[in-house]
């Protein structure tokens, strides 16, 4: 799809492909006669008669027309073309955080407290507003140059469950959804999720971005999502000497088995992160009070 460079989507003209998804591609577009500037997501070629993929792109537009924060990034209109659905979001510059890890490291364990902060204030006001993310992973946080986080891609999240819905979950659930890296032990038995699920994909993404390495690695697909179902949750003192006792405890507690041994969201975290020191290098500093909107999370 790089080929539709300074092709056009009704008013807005594609100038370079922003990044490439299993399904999608994002650009970076410009209405020349408004000299505005958003970001375009394109179903690839191959999905864009697939009416699973655009089911979810309607419901991304759906979820993102509720997101008024300014930790969360999501879409403000749906449109087609020759090529195929898209949805419109604000253009944010920067890179996702899995790519500020492998490229700049430095600066990140620079600006961890505040980006896990603004990270967590996010995932807190979606889960405020009645969904759980289900795909909490580096890739879906942005990183501007001025230091400011958003949290993207909400293709995959859904409404808490009901009890009703609950009762009839696992029936309903066909296959495994999200990123297997990160995925908690009940989307894998497709077992219903709470606020919990994101508090687990969260606290492997923690571990990820302080450690520099994966939680679980392994050399299958099953063997990968067993160690997610088995094994202790790691030590990331081991990975991240330098890493402070009450972080270190924090992202056991958050990477729990059992939805009942992790905090009960993340936004009854928020305080707690508010105040707490990642690494023991690094000098304590008065970062300013959560953002009102994800507070009443949980």
Not at 151 to 177: N, Y
Not at 231 to 247: V, W
Request: glycine share 6%; with cysteine.
């Amino acid at each position: 799809m790089s080929s539709l460079s300074q092709s056009f989507l009704g008013s807005y003209r594609l100038l370079a492909p922003i990044r490439t998804g299993r399904y999608t591609q994002v650009w970076a577009a410009i209405d020349d006669s408004a000299a505005r500037y958003v970001a375009l997501k394109l179903l690839l070629p191959e999905y864009r008669s697939s009416r699973e993929q655009l089911r979810m792109m309607r419901h991304e537009l759906d979820v993102g027309l509720q997101l008024r924060h300014p930790r969360c990034l999501g879409a403000f209109e749906m449109r087609d073309s020759k090529h195929g659905a898209h949805l419109l979001m604000d253009l944010f510059p920067g890179d996702n955080l899995r790519d500020v890890l492998k490229r700049r490291r430095e600066d990140l364990i620079r600006q961890f407290a505040s980006v896990v902060r603004q990270a967590a204030e996010g995932i807190a006001h979606l889960n405020a507003m009645g969904y759980i993310h289900l795909d909490i992973k580096p890739d879906n946080f942005m990183l501007s140059p001025e230091g400011e986080v958003r949290l993207i891609d909400f293709a995959l999240a859904r409404k808490i469950p009901t009890s009703w819905e609950r009762f009839f979950w696992k029936q309903r659930q066909k296959t495994i959804q999200g990123t297997r890296s990160y995925l908690s032990p009940e989307q894998i038995l497709r077992e219903p999720v709470d606020l919990q699920t994101d508090v687990y994909s969260f606290g492997c993404t923690l571990f990820h971005l302080a450690a520099g390495v994966q939680p679980f690695t392994a050399a299958t697909s099953d063997e990968l999502l067993k160690k997610h179902l088995t094994a202790a949750p790691p030590n990331l003192a081991l990975e991240c000497p330098d890493a402070e006792p009450e972080f270190i405890d924090l992202v056991r507690r958050m990477m729990g088995k059992n939805q009942q041994e992790r905090p009960r969201s993340v936004g009854e975290m928020l305080q707690q992160l508010a105040t707490m020191r990642f690494f023991k290098s690094q000098e304590p500093t008065n970062e300013p009070n959560p953002v009102a909107g994800g507070q009443n999370a949980g």
